[in-house]
């Protein structure tokens, strides 16, 4: 069996079949602009074709186990369980302005270990298949279509990195971004990397309109190695010379992702050094309280309070270079950044 979003197989069988070539494009009008899930029900494709799907293809491979709402249903987080029977999660951000994003999974957990990621303690079990990652994007769609709103942002930054399962993705984006399909616009994807180098200038040849997040988190090698291992396969002068490349080829600013920890990366210090390593960059900064998980209860590892974040943010400000406080408004159903899975695998 294939997925349904498997153009070429889908396009093969019914060739096969003897299908007329203007089969597919009813196929696909029906799946991603009628939102149709049940083959019987495309109402402009014969019974023999209703058939062929129904023996060829599937059109989810991923059941959903649970949807949390916090509390002030602006946030819903999606579990899904894929055939081979892991966990994955994805996030639905109701903004006040009206835009809406959903935060995607691209592997089951992650390989990274980063310290204050709750996703990376679980371990890495494998990538995720181009229509695994699309089903995500499909599902919260039609799920947000009820409630009479549109999916507007796409966020490769959940269970994570995209990079390391670059093909896949480059499939997915490629799915949602068809005219022909969702006609979803590349501007408003964004992909999130804990800076795997080689893939930065790949991704601005395949994708320049496509907006980039590094997790940055630190301004020194000596730092990032205490808190993320890639550190030890890609220094920050490879990084910033990659960054610098990618920025001569999309001319798109790039957004540097710093979790704020109390005494890890939050000293004055850190912050004109980070100034330092972002002057005259086209760069935004991302700064986010460290979220607290299950695992690091009782340790000693806290969020940097309101007012350090504030005057690291200060310094950064004389530097001319814009960033923004993130608000956690997804805390209560432990859907912040660094805190998905933990508790699923544990149930």
């Known amino acids: 069996m294939y997925s349904i979003h498997d153009e070429i197989n889908l396009k093969k069988?019914?060739?096969?079949?003897?299908?007329?070539?203007?089969?597919?494009?009813?196929?696909?009008?029906?799946?991603?602009?009628?939102?149709?899930?049940?083959?019987?029900?495309?109402?402009?494709?014969?019974?023999?074709?209703?058939?062929?799907?129904?023996?060829n293809f599937f059109y989810s491979c991923l059941k959903i186990k649970k949807i949390v709402d916090s509390s002030d249903d602006q946030t819903?987080?999606?579990?899904?369980?894929?055939?081979?029977?892991?966990?994955?999660?994805?996030?639905?951000?109701?903004?006040?302005?009206?835009?809406?994003?959903?935060?995607?999974?691209?592997?089951?957990?992650?390989?990274?270990?980063?310290?204050?990621?709750?996703?990376?303690?679980?371990?890495?079990?494998?990538?995720?298949t181009f229509y695994?990652?699309?089903?995500?994007?499909?599902?919260?769609?039609?799920?947000?279509?009820?409630?009479?709103?549109?999916?507007?942002?796409?966020?490769?930054?959940?269970?994570?990195?995209?990079?390391?399962?670059?093909?896949?993705?480059?499939?997915?984006?490629?799915?949602?971004c068809a005219k022909s399909k969702l006609d979803f616009s590349s501007r408003r994807v964004t992909v999130s990397t804990c800076w795997i180098v080689p893939w930065i200038q790949k991704i601005a040849i395949d994708f320049p309109q496509v907006s980039l997040a590094v997790s940055l988190h630190a301004p020194t090698d000596e730092l990032r190695k205490q808190i993320m291992p890639v550190e030890n396969s890609y220094n920050l002068n490879e990084l910033m010379k990659a960054l610098d490349e990618y920025v001569d080829i999309t001319n798109k600013r790039i957004f540097y992702?710093?979790?704020?920890?109390?005494?890890?990366?939050?000293?004055?210090?850190?912050?004109?050094?980070?100034?330092?390593?972002?002057?005259w960059k086209l760069a935004h900064i991302n700064f986010i309280p460290y979220n607290i998980w299950e695992w690091t209860i009782g340790i000693d590892v806290?969020?940097?309070?309101?007012?350090?974040?504030?005057?690291?943010?200060?310094?950064?400000?004389k530097s001319w270079i814009t960033s923004t406080i993130r608000h956690t408004m997804w805390y209560d159903i432990d859907a912040a950044c660094g805190q998905l899975a933990l508790k699923n695998k544990e149930e």
């Open 257 to 279: 992702e710093y979790i704020m920890i109390e005494w890890v990366n939050d000293s004055l210090e850190m912050a004109y050094k980070l100034a330092e390593l972002l002057d």
């Open 302 to 317: 806290k969020p940097s309070s309101d007012i350090v974040i504030k005057k690291f943010q200060d310094i950064i400000k």
């Open 13 to 55: 069988i019914l060739e096969e079949n003897g299908e007329p070539k203007f089969r597919y494009a009813q196929i696909e009008n029906a799946i991603y602009k009628n939102f149709i899930t049940d083959f019987d029900e495309i109402s402009t494709i014969s019974k023999k074709s209703k058939e062929i799907l129904k023996e």
């Open 132 to 176: 695994e990652i699309v089903d995500q994007i499909m599902f919260a769609d039609l799920y947000l279509n009820k409630e009479w709103k549109n999916l507007r942002n796409v966020v490769f930054m959940w269970m994570w990195e995209p990079f390391l399962n670059y093909e896949n993705v480059k499939i997915a984006i490629n799915t949602i």
């Open 76 to 128: 819903s987080k999606l579990l899904f369980e894929t055939e081979d029977w892991h966990l994955i999660e994805a996030v639905i951000m109701r903004h006040l302005s009206g835009r809406n994003t959903l935060c995607i999974s691209s592997q089951v957990w992650c390989p990274m270990w980063c310290i204050f990621c709750a996703t990376g303690k679980l371990g890495f079990t494998r990538n995720l």
